[in-house]
């Protein structure tokens, strides 16, 4: 099968200062879900912006569906990958909600009528229609959050990047995000996100991606990522917690031993002794 | 005088004295509807050739490197912020900056003519200050010979090695007085003195928004002094960004 | 978070208008007419015909409390006191025409002569007049809207696209400097006066640092969703109706009557 995205060898660095990345392969296929993990400032942002085609790398090459990419058709790239901001406010430019949604729409050169379908479809999926004329800046935290969302999600791309989406939500609005990023999944949309939440990033990723010091420094099923003790190590990161309870259940011998590792906490119960 | 005429002044003179307490002292916007129509219309064509030397230099740079224009949006958001924040005072009353002076000397006096009208516009719009008729008027005082004189004065001291924070002090001292000077003569140019002509009329002017505008321009000299301060401790390398490198060094 | 923008409630009445739905050009070119038709008619009778019209219509049908409507209306009163002294007052070494009081100080005459208070009565109500005829629009037609009309008056899109850019910055900039603000008094920054300016030289410091950086990752943000310097936003067509006419023939025949010397 044919990966969406390709990253061969990618090297990237912010106008001459050190190396943002070095080095990074990678095979995004159709329909994955993957979860990026590792330290701030580990390249997972930089590596983002250059899957989406705002920052061009300075070696190495990015294939949207075996098309290399470069300065020229770089906007296909754009039109592929849609990425939703940590900080909703760095995202939203427009005036309304409406007028908000539709800019990417427009940018793609999209006529009026798919816009304006094409934003409502938006605003309905996203519980946004209520907001349509309202200004960005009456709206709460949470409400913005989903306005970002419905930005990318009106542009219709098949892969979509959330940059820490759970980041900065209560604990209800995390719980919304959630549901929406599987409703995606099932949507068949390909989704790559960040987060330090690795309870989170283990229930719900199929791949994971561990960046370290803008390396790829592990890249596998939650269930090798998070038994590799080196590699949690090596990128500061915590095992979940139900691994950990699991771990410990089954040392006490409270809990039959099981190659696939539970996922949730009925999973995790039906292995109780 | 009819009596008609004395029930309006009154009744006008009430309603300006209950809100002149509470509203608030900020730059000397002339308000909107304040000029006949040619005073309107000559001070606007007066800005455009400043204006649109302004918007060529503005576009350069961003041919230069499209990047630019989210940090020309932020500083133009910036001086809109600065000037309707409530300065601190001691009486109470409720003052704000003109930030004509930080301005010119951050971003330089082409940029902020452009970035300028555009927060004289919103001004106008959303806060009521100033006016849409009366925009060439205020932004030639404000946008225009302001910073131009700002700026002036800070390359002035500059080259005569004057001390660094007395020159920006003076910059923008000098700067919101000389904004104070303009919009006096042009309220006195549209509304000469019977007896005295024109210059009566600007010492008349200059006379009744001294108490305001004095305090406010020594005001202003601090604060700009004291924000300087405080990039030029923590922020050399950002300064470079917004095109302050010529200065510090 | 959400946040009261009480710098600049004027916005936040346009979001809410009773006439938002009204065409935004022909609401533009209604305030400018009555701009116009104050500021060349020139007669208290105008300004004042034009200060009850936009107050009846903004409030009847554009909503907006009356009390709010009137503190508004207070804005300019500073700027109309004080630019009316400077009308009124004569200063003469002898007492001219038509004085209706006099002070004498040292050698100097301060006159209110009949023509200045007149001036100054007139100019007054121009000012409400037009500040009147603006707000009809401003608080009825939000931001993004009147920007669509300046692009159809052929504004450079420069413009137009910086304009939509600091409209939406000016809001995250008071947001951050709310939250400055808050942090600092709860530092004791503003505990007196010396203290309380440098607070704020320094946090206005601070607020264009963050602000400069920033505006990276914004453009960033822009360019992922395919932005490449051209100004597209999405303008709302509203219709023009013929009730929206009326409003407006009933503004021209009242303001040509009043001009008349009715």
Known sequence: MEPVIEVKNLCFSYDGEAEALTDVSVRIYEGEKIAVLGENGAGKSTFFLNLNGVRQPESGEILLRGEPIGK?????????????????????????????????????????????????????????????????????????????????????????????????????????LEQILQQLGEEGKTIVLSTHDVDFAYRFAERILVFSGGKIIGDGTPEQIFSDERLLAAARLRKPMLLTVYELLRQRGMAKERERLPKTVPELAGLLL | MSKKHMKLTAALAGFSLAFCVSTTVSAMHIMEGYLPPQYCIAWGVLCLPFLVTGFLSIRKKLEENRRNITLLAMAGAFIFVISSLKIPSVTGSCSHMTGTGLGAILFGPSAVSILGIIVLIFQAILLAHGGLTTLGANTFSMAIAGPLLSYGVYRLCKKLSVNRWVSVFLAAFIGDLFTYCVTSVQLALAYPSEAGGVWASVGKFLGVFAPTQLPLAVLEGILTVLIMMALEAYAKPELKMIGFHREVK | ????????????????????????????????????????????????????????????????????????????????????????????????????????????????????????????????????????MTLSTPMGELLAVLRRLRIPALMIELMHLIYRYIFLLFDISARQREAAYARLGYRDFKTSLRTFGSTLANLLLLSMKRSELYYDALEARGYDGGCRFWEERKRLTVGQLWYGALYVTMAALLMGGL
């Open chain 1, 72 to 176: 020229k058709n770089r906007k296909k790239l754009l039109r592929n990958v849609g990425i939703v901001f940590q900080d909703a406010d760095s995202q939203i430019v427009a005036s309304t909600v409406k007028a908000e949604v539709a800019f990417g729409p427009l940018n793609m050169g999209l006529s009026r009528e798919e816009t304006e379908k094409r934003t409502y479809a938006a605003l309905r999926q996203m519980d946004l229609e209520a907001y349509e004329t309202r200004p960005p800046h009456a709206l709460s935290g949470g409400e913005k959050k989903r306005v970002g969302i419905a930005d990318i999600l009106a542009m219709e791309v098949p892969v979509i990047i959330f940059d820490e989406p759970t980041a900065a939500l209560d604990a209800v609005s995390a719980d919304m």
């Open chain 3, 1 to 136: 978070m959400q946040r009261e923008h009480r710098h600049v409630s004027i916005d936040s009445y346009a979001y809410l208008s009773g006439m938002r739905d009204w065409n935004s050009s022909y609401k533009v070119l209604f305030s400018a007419a009555a701009l116009i038709a104050v500021l060349a008619a020139d007669r208290p009778a105008v300004s004042l015909g034009t200060v009850f019209y936009m107050l009846l219509l903004t409030v009847g049908k554009g909503g907006v409390r009356l009390r709010d409507y009137i503190r508004l209306l207070g804005i300019p009163a500073t700027f109309i006191l004080l630019g009316g002294l400077a009308v009124a007052l004569e200063f003469s070494g002898e007492v001219p025409g038509g004085t209706l009081a006099t002070l004498r100080l040292g050698g100097v005459f301060v006159c209110v002569t009949e023509r200045g208070l007149s001036l100054a009565v007139t100019l007054g109500l121009k000012a409400l007049g037009a500040v009147s005829a603006v707000f009809m």
